[in-house]
Nanobody, 125 residues
Framework: QVQLVESGGGLVQAGGSLRLSCAAS????????MGWFRQAPGKEREFVTA????????YYTDSVKGRFTISRDNAKNTVYLQMNSLKPEDTAVYYC??????????????????WGQGTQVTVSS
């Protein structure tokens, strides 16, 4: 079983930056993409960004384009989320996930079957 361990969450002021990391460990499996989702209190989990594991194709939800950057280090089995110009509405628990399922869009949570524990990001105004 592959385990995803997240780190880097915290409290920052609006306009600040934060970098999240997600390291995969355990038995290797076929992973098409790694993604980041977030969930605020009382709201549904939403897609943030994803990256194709082998070739680095990236995808972003409109609300974070130009502010967030996803990247990966294949040798370290680690995916990163650089978050700049943070806004209070970015406040949420951020989850990384591994996409191993076919027949789903990369932005669909159903495409992901391995999830990290989540890391809290709080942006104050």
């Amino acid at each position: 079983q592959v385990q995803l361990v997240e780190s880097g969450g915290g409290l920052v002021q609006a306009g600040g930056s934060l970098r999240l990391s997600c390291a995969a460990s355990g038995r290797a499996f076929s992973t098409a993409a790694m993604g980041w989702f977030r969930q605020a209190p009382g709201k549904e989990r939403e897609f943030v960004t994803a990256i194709n594991w082998n070739f680095g194709y990236t995808y972003y939800t409109d609300s974070v384009k130009g502010r967030f950057t996803i990247s990966r280090d294949n040798a370290k089995n680690t995916v990163y989320l650089q978050m700049n110009s943070l806004k209070p509405e970015d406040t949420a628990v951020y989850y990384c996930a591994a996409n191993t399922r076919t027949g789903w869009r990369i932005s669909d949570s159903e495409a992901y079957d391995t999830w990290g524990q989540g890391t809290q990001v709080t942006v104050s105004s």
